[in-house]
Nanobody
Framework: QVQLVESGGGLVQAGDSLRLSCTAP????????MGWFRQAPGKEREFVAA????????YNEDSVKGRFAISRDNAKNTVYLQMNSLKPEDTAVYFC?????????????????WGRGTQVTVPT
């Protein structure tokens, strides 16, 4: 079982930025497809972004296009989600997850390991 630990969430104002971090055991980040999901109260878990071990990234274009960026630092075993121009509708618990290489990256069912999440709140 791969243990993932998210950090960096908080309460910010609309228009602000946050950077979430996901720390993983050694070699996890370089081996797995790493993804970020979020879940708002009363809503289903939603795909946000993913980065494959070879580097290509994918995003939920409808909700985060041009505002969020996923990256990773293999040396630090960490995946990041840079979130800019935050909106109230970005309010959610954000989860980091790891999927086997080659699995479809947008579906939550592809991910075999999950962190416990970090809360991001953007008041109206």
């Amino acid at each position: 079982q791969v243990q993932l630990v998210e950090s960096g969430g908080g309460l910010v104002q609309a228009g602000d930025s946050l950077r979430l971090s996901c720390t993983a055991p050694p070699r996890t980040v370089m081996w797995y497809t790493m993804g970020w999901f979020r879940q708002a109260p009363g809503k289903e878990r939603e795909f946000v972004a993913a980065i494959s071990r070879s580097g290509p990234t994918t995003y939920n274009e409808d909700s985060v296009k041009g505002r969020f960026a996923i990256s990773r630092d293999n040396a630090k075993n960490t995946v990041y989600l840079q979130m800019n121009s935050l909106k109230p509708e970005d309010t959610a618990v954000y989860f980091c997850a790891a999927a086997q290489p080659g699995a479809p990256s947008r579906g939550a069912g592809s991910y075999v390991n999950w962190g416990r999440g970090t809360q991001v709140t953007v008041p109206t």
